[in-house]
């Protein structure tokens, strides 16, 4: 799917009974959720989790359970999935870069849509905040993409429950607020998708919206928190000496930013953490459930495709990392629903590895948009077809620069930045406490997943790098670290 950059494949159109004709084609409504891992309940990921609006839309839809992000990261996961180039063709890796300036000859997916005959729209977080595709639209709302003009919740970066630490990143807090839904942004969105979907139109749409929740801070109404009462909450599965297997740069990874585990057990926060994620996870819920609802009271609702999304997925304790920016199964593994509009498969699962990049090229095909070049991923249409078939289609997902893990429904296998490898038989080990990288009985499956990886990804060019403000301060990049990128980019020798 990746390491052999394929071009996309476009078969069976004449299934979906797609015509030349714009006013003919399908509608698409198009669900970004942030930061979102497996704790929903078609995913099972957490046992707690209360989500009967994900769980609505997998009954309509066709939920591929092993989908993998192309980046654990907002900004070149996003880029990615909209662009349908991955990382290690584009250079596009990181949340300190220009996806523009990255990739300038960019074919947005709302740009592709709209010269095919739609109307395009979106609104939330969908693109890496002011990064927007100011091209890709007809109209666009930025309800998410700018903060609200006046809270009436704890600003970003004023902390409440998490005492702060040296390097920790502004908005790691969780702290129910006195809004009702109708008053956060995410509703704002919402609403002004449904009011668009409400419309009669003399040609197809292509609506996109963003939900924000559940990134960082954790700020969701009351009633959302009151959904996990603390004492019950059930912290993630850890083991005590999950760092012993890993090297130096694995452990670093997890341990970027000042020790975020550290901090957090020690304050106490651990249970409390989970609550206001899964919190937010329920908020989204009930977005999403705003969405469905509009979709089923509008006129589109027989003939619009559904396809929901996150960008990747999120850490609250395992391998004693929190957040994203690792390439471990719950960081790249993410949620992807397809509702098809003929209801093909509906309710079925899928456990065939994707990927985000797949998506572009999937709606490329049910829509029957014209063909592009230099999309990286596969339609999934046979898939949606038949979602136990044959597919042999491993997934790349890149951190930054030269770190790359490859994705299979067996295995993960990781490889770092200083050479260091991870192996893990995930179907036996999902929780990746046995890193089996090394071992002689291992070397051939190390060695044919390792060539998954490509010999020479795309460079991260200099000019694409943002100018770092004092404000940035992430575990994914450090100050120190930019600089010394930024200088290695420039002597050509990334």
């Not at 970004?32 to 769980?55: C, K, M, R, Y």
């Not at 991955?86 to 947005?108: C, E, F, L, R």
């Not at 100018?467 to 930019?482: F, I, K, N």
């Amino acid at each position: 799917m990746i390491t052999k950059l394929l071009p996309v494949a476009f078969a069976s159109l004449a299934l979906f009974g797609v015509t030349g004709h714009a006013e003919d084609k399908p509608n698409v409504l198009f669900i970004s959720v942030d930061d979102l891992n497996d704790w929903i309940e078609p995913l099972g990921g957490h046992p707690q989790a209360i989500t009967p609006n994900f769980t609505r839309l997998a009954k309509q839809s066709v939920n591929f359970t092993r989908n993998y992000c192309p980046s654990p990261g907002c900004n070149p996961s996003r880029t990615a999935t909209m662009t349908g180039r991955h990382p290690a063709t584009s250079g596009m890796y990181s949340n300190y870069q220009h996806w523009t300036k990255a990739i300038p000859d960019a074919v947005t997916m709302g740009s592709h849509f709209r010269a095919n005959g739609y109307y395009s729209a979106g609104a939330g977080k969908i693109f890496h905040y002011s990064q927007v595709d100011t091209k890709g639209w007809e109209a666009y709302f930025p309800a998410i993409e700018e903060p609200m003009p006046e809270y009436h919740y704890p600003k970003p970066g004023e902390t409440v429950n998490m005492p702060a630490f040296e390097g920790m990143y502004g908005d790691f807090d969780w702290a129910p607020i006195s809004l009702q839904d109708d008053e956060t942004g995410d509703a704002r969105s919402v609403a002004w998708i449904s009011e668009q979907m409400q419309q009669e139109r003399d040609r197809p749409f292509f609506l996109a919206c963003g939900i924000y929740r559940p990134h960082l801070p954790w700020y969701v109404p009351q009633e959302y928190f009151d959904l996990y009462p603390l004492e019950d909450i059930q912290l993630p599965k850890v083991l005590e000496d999950d760092q012993a297997d890993l090297s130096e740069r694995g452990i670093d990874i997890a341990n970027r930013g000042g020790g975020y585990h550290k901090h957090v057990t020690e304050a106490g926060q651990w249970k409390k953490a989970v609550q206001g994620y899964l919190a937010s996870i329920s908020y989204a819920d009930a977005m999403l459930g705003r969405l469905l609802d509009s979709l089923e009271a509008s006129p589109h609702a027989d003939n619009t495709i559904i396809v929901l999304w996150s960008d990747h997925g999120w850490q609250l304790g395992e391998k004693m990392h929190w957040r994203k920016f690792a390439l471990w199964d719950n960081v790249a593994r993410c949620p992807l629903m397809i509702k098809d509009a003929r209801g093909t498969n509906a309710g079925e699962e899928s456990a065939r590895v994707t990927s985000l990049i797949d998506i572009y090229p999937t709606l490329i095909e049910m829509c029957g948009l014209s063909p592009l070049e230099k999309l990286d991923g596969r339609s999934l249409v046979p898939l949606i077809e038949d979602p136990d078939r044959e597919w042999d289609h491993p997934s790349l997902t890149a951190y930054d620069f030269s770190e790359f893990a490859v994705n299979t429904e067996e295995w993960r296998y990781l490889r770092l930045i200083d050479g260091s490898e991870e192996l893990y038989h995930i179907k036996k080990d999902p929780e990746e406490w046995h890193n089996l990288a090394g071992k002689e009985e291992y070397a051939a499956i190390q060695q044919e997943l390792a060539a998954h990886i490509p010999e020479e990804p795309a460079p991260l060019r200099p000019e694409t790098l943002i100018e770092l403000q004092p404000h940035h301060v992430s575990p994914y990049l450090s100050r120190e670290d930019y600089e010394q990128r930024k200088k290695a980019a420039e002597a050509g020798n990334p």
